[in-house]
């Protein structure tokens, strides 16, 4: 069984600070790796997605990748209270299908 | 406007019913896929499809079943061999190939609670 694991949280940051949020896969041969958000009751939405080892920025959010570990990050820097939602980590693994597979999520609280 | 549209978005089931979600994209892509979502629980798979008349079981199949007549078209339906299905169900959609490759497209959703 292929798994991706993330801490289910919450995870609590105050505004304006950086909010991390792990990732780790079981399988080494995953080649694509995303992270989705999702507001209560809405359906997933894409944030960013990375291929390679090292970082990834996208305005304020930047993803890492380690496969050698096998994990992934994502941060969020200056949190706004909008950030808040579940944010899902999915993997594409190998054996050909291409088939997403999810993590439970992590839910983040961004106070003011 | 390209997009996912799941009907309807709330249904309610008795016990012994079938039910069918529908599932509709716009967006030319070859993969679909139905997901489970369970409250606090991340998207459980249940079938795929990578191309028409072709579809495989997921993760969690048992008491599902799908069709894949048409390209755009991917509905699923809810036996009454599925002992718990209250759950909120998320069609999907992507590309295999090309920009955007493997770029997940979500409808909104149909949350089915058994009554």
């Known amino acids: 069984q292929k798994e991706v694991e993330q801490n289910s949280g919450p995870l609590s940051v105050p505004e304006g600070a950086i909010a991390s949020l792990n990732c780790t896969y079981s399988?080494?041969?995953?080649?694509?790796f995303f992270w989705y958000r999702q507001y209560s009751g809405k359906s997933p939405e894409l944030i960013m997605f990375?291929?390679?080892?090292g970082d990834k920025e996208d305005g304020r959010f930047t993803a890492q990748l380690n496969k050698a570990s096998q994990y992934v990050s994502l941060l969020i820097r200056d949190s706004q209270p909008s950030d808040s939602a579940t944010y899902l980590c999915?993997?594409?693994?190998?054996?050909?299908?291409?088939?997403?597979?999810f993590g439970r999520g992590t839910s983040l609280i961004v106070h003011p | 406007d390209g997009g996912i549209t799941q009907s309807p978005k709330y249904l309610f089931r008795k016990e012994g019913q079938n039910v069918t979600l529908s599932c509709e994209q716009n967006l030319n892509h070859d993969a679909m896929y139905w997901y489970r979502q369970d409250p606090g629980q991340g998207l459980r798979l249940i079938y795929y499809?990578?191309?028409?008349?072709?579809?495989q079981k997921g993760d969690i199949a048992e008491g599902y079943s799908v069709s894949r007549e048409k390209k755009e078209s991917f509905p699923l339906t809810v036996t009454s061999a599925q002992k718990n299905p209250t759950a909120f169900y998320l069609c999907?959609?992507?590309?295999?190939?090309?920009?955007?490759?493997?770029?997940?497209?979500f409808g909104a959703g149909s949350r089915l609670t058994v009554l």
């Open positions: 990375i291929y390679s080892n």
């Open positions: 999907a959609s992507k590309r295999d190939r090309g920009t955007g490759a493997n770029v997940l497209t």
């Open positions: 999915a993997v594409i693994t190998s054996g050909g299908s291409y088939i997403p597979t």
């Open positions: 499809s990578q191309i028409v008349n072709d579809f």
């Open positions: 399988d080494r041969g995953s080649q694509s």
